[in-house]
């Protein structure tokens, strides 16, 4: 330890908040170490923490209730040494222990070094003892943090704490600091007392913080998501086997952490921010939302494929492709339309958000029995399956919730707040993959099966997206929902929409259909499973032109926009399509034989995939720029090409004729989107303002 000195040259900024209980004794040690001033930044306390702040000497500033990391940002602003060290209410300095760290600091010429931490409860109960032996046994003792922590001033006003953070600064911050290359450390030579309440809400308050932390962290730093994520879990299963080997009084403990920090994890992501997520940013979270459920997406239909015959699964997939291309029709271009319109809605589009919901919901029921009335006529194919009752009203049941939940979809993508498509996604995965768990459990091989357990996950991500929307404040208006104005407000710009979507996607759910009728449902589950996989990849050229089209939407337009759209869609699907090429054999050789000689289709509607992202980002700045009738034009030449002779491909060739003609329309549709992006791009640059198509939504439509 350092010998005792008259003064050290370092500012101790103390952050309080009703901390009378425990002040004191903390000014005390400090005012020991003798440092050149002790800085209180009150939190508005309503005890005596102020008093017993000046009684000590300190010099005391508010933070006016803006929080921990403004409360810190507030007493480095006013300390006056170069140094700055923050030490927590529940902190207590050994003697020399200040003076021991300035030492360590200097010789090692760090920019930030924390006191270790050694905890204790402050009483004799249980969950005070249980958050020390956390702590003390965890692996947050070698995290850097700011609880007992000297470091340099310039370097905390370079990099600065978040102040959109009411807990989990310290690992935002942390993660700043090493991005900016600065030196940190935690000490292993001198230690502090750390305390902890010895109460239950003591404990449930620090959970919860630390979730609201992590997710705050992961909205600022998506690509470290994966980590901060799974961080509670890792945490408890960590906690939790020390916990059997050395202290098993604990294991309840380590079960509230986990239900509390991920109740507060989701809650805070299920929450929007005061700012909608970056143009790359809502792409990514969107294409996520695609992608992430495509493992058990894929594992569902590979257990589908287990428990039904290829003939059976293949009608299964036929009746699913059915509901989704009725979903397609029967969305009038609502989704698009929302994306142009939502933003400028003065009530947080409550009235606009039941309106699409309810206009899509009652299109698709209408449209559906259209469809099953039209393929029942044709007699083959996907119609057989109407002589069943049950299969019968699942499939309008299912494509009812399936068009609720995608125009969910582009309510979040319009808010900017496409993580929470994610969850709803996972959600939806999950539970179509516990429907059929339970049927394979209960002995039940139905065709049936497959679409009660499609239809019920689309009803499990419609539940959650009402919830979602109530608890961001913008439920949707029923009452005022359905009338003409607002109705017909959407199906003006909507219906131009609409025809380019149909040109567009209807392709995609038709391919099956025609398999189906041409060769069979044994052919029609080799399709399937080769053409979902291709799907999953298919998400990301989507995702970054719905993401274009709300940014210019929003009046965000600045050079470089479609420029940075097109790379990002570029990179996800190359990575995409390469991890597709890779596994998709493999996966497809574990269903069987059957399904292994479709891998020779994904070589071939890979490139055409890539192609696909120069031609849906064309879509995007076409729909923001009210240029419609172009886009649909060039989308109904590629489906021409592709649908009109789909059924003598099938014949003659087979599945691979069927995919080398989807390619080759993709491939037509991408030389037109690259002469044309070239030509409209330069419109782009300017500012989207209040004449602007992008800025009226429904100009030109």
Wanted: some cysteine; charged content about 15%; glycine content about 10%.
């Amino acid at each position: 330890m350092r010998a005792h000195v008259s003064d050290l040259e370092i500012s101790v900024v103390v952050p309080a908040r009703n901390a009378a209980r425990w002040l004191a004794e903390c000014l005390e040690s400090i005012r020991a170490e003798r440092p050149r001033e002790i800085i209180v930044v009150d939190g508005c306390s309503t005890d005596n923490t102020v008093e017993i702040a000046r009684s000590m000497g300190a010099r005391v500033i508010s933070d006016e209730g803006r929080g921990l990391p403004a409360a810190r940002m507030l007493g480095v602003e006013n300390a006056c040494s170069d140094l700055v060290a923050f030490i927590d209410p529940d902190v207590v300095l050994p003697p020399g222990a200040l003076g021991g760290l300035l030492d360590e600091f200097k010789a090692c010429g760090y920019d930030g070094l924390q006191f270790g931490l050694v905890s204790e409860a402050d009483g004799p109960g249980y969950w005070g003892a249980a958050l020390a032996w956390h702590h003390d046994h965890s692996r947050v003792r070698s995290w850097f943090g700011v609880r007992a922590t000297l470091m340099r001033r310039k370097v905390l006003l370079s990099v600065a704490f978040d102040n959109t953070f009411r807990s989990g600064e310290d690992i935002k911050l942390r993660i700043r600091l090493e991005e900016a290359g600065y030196r940190l450390g935690i000490s292993s030579i001198t230690a502090v007392r750390h305390r902890f309440l010895d109460t239950f809400g003591a404990a449930r308050d620090q959970w919860l913080q630390d979730g609201a932390g992590l997710a705050r962290t992961v909205r600022k730093h998506p690509g470290r998501a994966g980590w901060l994520v799974l961080l509670p879990l890792l945490a408890t299963i960590r906690g939790a086997g020390l916990s059997l080997l050395h202290a098993p009084r604990f294991l309840a403990y380590w079960a509230c952490f986990l239900v509390y920090n991920y109740r507060s994890m989701f809650g805070e992501l299920l929450r929007p921010p005061g700012t909608g997520l970056s143009v790359s940013g809502n792409a990514a979270w969107l294409t996520a939302a695609r992608v992430a459920p495509m493992a058990t997406g894929f594992l569902f239909w590979a257990m589908a494929a287990i428990m039904l015959p290829p003939a059976q699964l293949g009608m299964g997939s036929a009746v699913v492709a059915a509901a989704l291309l009725s979903v397609h029709l029967g969305m009038l271009g609502v989704g698009p339309a929302t994306l142009t319109l939502l933003p400028e809605q003065s009530d947080g589009g409550r009235r606009l958000i039941a309106s699409s919901l309810l206009a899509v919901g009652i299109s698709t029921v209408v449209l559906s029995g259209a469809v099953a009335a039209v393929t029942y006529w044709l007699g083959s194919g996907v119609g057989l399956a109407w002589n069943d009752p049950v299969i019968t009203g699942m499939f309008t049941a299912t494509a009812l919730f399936a068009a609720v939940a995608y125009q969910l979809d582009h309510v979040c993508v319009a808010q900017e707040r496409s993580d929470r498509a994610l969850v709803r996604s996972l959600t939806q995965s999950l539970v179509q993959l516990a429907v059929l768990v339970f049927a394979m459990a209960a002995g039940i091989r139905e065709v049936a099966v497959v679409v009660v357990a499609v239809g019920a996950g689309a009803l499990g991500s419609v539940v959650l997206g009402l919830r979602q929307l109530n608890r961001a404040g913008v439920s949707p208006d029923w009452k005022h929902g359905l009338r003409v104005r607002p109705v017909l407000r959407l199906l003006k710009p909507g219906l131009p929409n609409h025809a380019l979507m149909l040109a567009d996607r209807a392709p995609r759910y038709l391919l099956p259909l025609i398999v189906a009728a041409t060769l069979g449902p044994a052919a029609t589950a080799s399709w399937y499973m080769a053409w979902m996989m291709a799907s999953a990849v298919f998400f990301f050229p989507q995702s970054s032109g719905f993401s274009l089209q709300t940014a210019l939407a929003g009046g965000r337009s600045r050079p470089g926009l479609v420029s940075s759209a097109l790379k990002t869609s570029l990179a996800l699907t190359f990575i995409g399509g390469a991890m597709l090429l890779i596994a998709g054999p493999y996966l497809l050789g574990f269903l069987g034989p059957e399904y292994a000689a479709t891998a020779i289709l994904l070589p071939v509607l890979v490139p055409a995939l890539l192609l696909g992202c120069v031609t849906q980002v064309y879509f995007g700045l076409c729909r923001a720029q009210g240029r419609l009738a172009e886009a649909t034009a060039v989308a109904a030449f590629a489906a021409v090409l592709v649908v009109g002779p789909a059924s003598l491909g099938a014949h003659e060739f087979g599945l691979l004729g069927v995919a080398a003609l989807w390619s080759a329309a993709q491939a037509s549709a991408a030389l037109i989107a690259i002469w044309r992006l070239r030509k409209l791009t330069p419109a782009t640059l300017p500012a989207a303002g209040p004449n602007t198509p992008a800025a009226s939504g429904a100009r030109g439509f």
